[in-house]
């Protein structure tokens, strides 16, 4: 691990302040992807901002009947947080279905969310990885690729967003806040809030040098069926393979979203108005334009397999495959 400087923020201002002023600085709260990075010495950060003592821990009701989640609400807070049980199912299922149980005690809401996309050749710094050093190519192009994105990809890179909690915030048009140095605040949707890799992959996320996740603000709930199913290698301590958030109602309309699949939580809205002509008529549609190599191919009948399951559980019969 190299040398760095290290200062814990006591306020929002300090941190931003710091981010602003030292363009390597990072910032840190619970630490489970960004120290395990800097011990691979994938990431070097030469400043170490740590955050936990700021105000970002609670759980609010927003005016509208939806709820505000502090940046530092800990995964296990936020899975057994009453009105999340309640109203966003699909959030806590999402949640205990990753890591471990050590993990969600010290993982963030705003880490969920900044957690570096995961590929096999990035974490192997003897490989060729345009997302840890720009223009030095992409390994995972002519190599092990099983477990990679087949839609939403470049001839840059491959990789997979490899988290559960901001798919099923994907499905519930969840919102970030953030502030900057200046003290500007602003909202933008979890659906712009992670970025294709085109020519940049080592781009992931639409934040600015300086600014700071404040919140993540969910809608009002919406009620329906709300399930997540994981598909991986293993019952536990694994990435999804391909996953399903799904909000289905009673008369048959919903929201689907997949995991495990391309560099961001993948939704495409007009693929859930074919709900009602089955699960592989909603992949086909979803995964329009999918490049999967010869290794990765069948994840697409895969999340059409998922996807049929979910659908037969939120209609309560036992004929899913």
């Given at each position: 691990?190299?040398?760095?400087?290290?200062?814990?923020?006591?306020t929002m201002a300090e941190a931003t302040?710091?981010?602003?002023?030292?363009?390597?600085?990072?910032?840190?709260?619970?630490?489970?992807?960004?120290?395990?990075?800097?011990?691979?010495?994938?990431?070097?950060?030469?400043?170490?901002?740590?955050?936990?003592?700021?105000?970002?821990?609670?759980?609010?009701?927003?005016?509208?009947?939806?709820?505000?989640?502090?940046?530092?609400?800990?995964?296990?807070?936020?899975?057994a947080h009453g009105r999340i049980k309640?109203?966003?199912?699909?959030?806590?299922?999402?949640?205990?279905?990753?890591?471990?149980?050590?993990?969600?005690?010290k993982a963030s809401t705003a880490g969920?969310?900044?957690?570096?996309?995961?590929?096999?050749?990035?974490?192997?710094?003897?490989?060729?990885?345009?997302?840890?050093?720009?223009?030095?190519?992409?390994?995972?192009?002519?190599?092990?690729?099983?477990?990679?994105?087949?839609?939403?990809?470049?001839?840059?890179?491959?990789?997979?967003?490899?988290?559960?909690?901001?798919?099923?915030?994907?499905?519930?048009?969840?919102?970030?806040?953030?502030?900057?140095?200046?003290?500007?605040?602003?909202?933008?949707?979890?659906?712009?809030?992670?970025?294709?890799?085109?020519?940049?992959?080592?781009?992931?996320?639409?934040?600015?040098?300086?600014?700071?996740?404040?919140?993540?603000?969910?809608?009002?709930?919406?009620?329906?069926?709300?399930?997540?199913?994981?598909?991986?290698?293993?019952?536990?301590?694994?990435?999804?393979?391909?996953?399903?958030?799904?909000?289905?109602?009673?008369?048959?309309?919903?929201?689907?979203?997949?995991?495990?699949?391309?560099?961001?939580?993948?939704?495409?809205?007009?693929?859930?108005?074919?709900?009602?002509?089955?699960?592989?008529?909603?992949?086909?549609?979803?995964?329009?334009?999918?490049?999967?190599?010869?290794?990765?191919?069948?994840?697409?009948?895969?999340?059409?397999?998922?996807?049929?399951?979910?659908?037969?559980?939120?209609?309560?019969?036992?004929?899913?495959?």
């Open positions: 691990m190299k040398a760095f400087t290290y200062q814990r923020a006591g302040a710091a981010l602003a002023q030292v363009p390597s600085a990072k910032l840190i709260a619970g630490g489970t992807n960004l120290l395990d990075l800097m011990k691979l010495e994938i990431e070097v950060p030469s400043h170490l901002v740590d955050i936990r003592d700021l105000d970002l821990s609670r759980i609010e009701e927003t005016a509208d009947g939806g709820l505000r989640i502090g940046a530092l609400v800990t995964n296990t807070d936020l899975a309640r109203g966003y199912g699909v959030i806590s299922r999402a949640i205990v279905s990753g890591a471990t149980g050590q993990l969600r005690n969920n969310l900044l957690q570096r996309n995961r590929c096999p050749y990035f974490y192997d710094t003897d490989q060729a990885c345009n997302k840890r050093l720009p223009g030095s190519g992409c390994s995972a192009l002519s190599g092990v690729s099983r477990g990679l994105a087949v839609i939403g990809t470049s001839a840059s890179c491959i990789a997979t967003y490899p988290g559960d909690l901001v798919v099923a915030l994907r499905l519930l048009d969840a919102s970030v806040e953030t502030v900057d140095a200046a003290g500007r605040t602003r909202t933008l949707p979890v659906a712009d809030f992670h970025r294709l890799p085109g020519d940049t992959p080592e781009i992931e996320t639409a934040l600015a040098p300086d600014e700071l996740i404040t919140a993540v603000l969910l809608p009002p709930p919406i009620g329906g069926t709300q399930i997540y199913r994981k598909v991986r290698d293993r019952a536990s301590y694994a990435f999804a393979l391909v996953s399903v958030a799904a909000v289905i109602q009673e008369d048959g309309t919903g929201r689907i979203a997949f995991g495990g699949v391309a560099p961001k939580p993948w939704r495409v809205e007009k693929a859930e108005n074919a709900l009602a002509e089955g699960a592989e008529t909603v992949v086909s549609i979803a995964f329009a334009g999918a490049t999967p190599t010869e290794q990765n191919a069948f994840k697409i009948p895969l999340a059409a397999r998922a996807l049929a399951s979910v659908l037969a559980e939120a209609k309560g019969t036992t004929d899913a495959v």
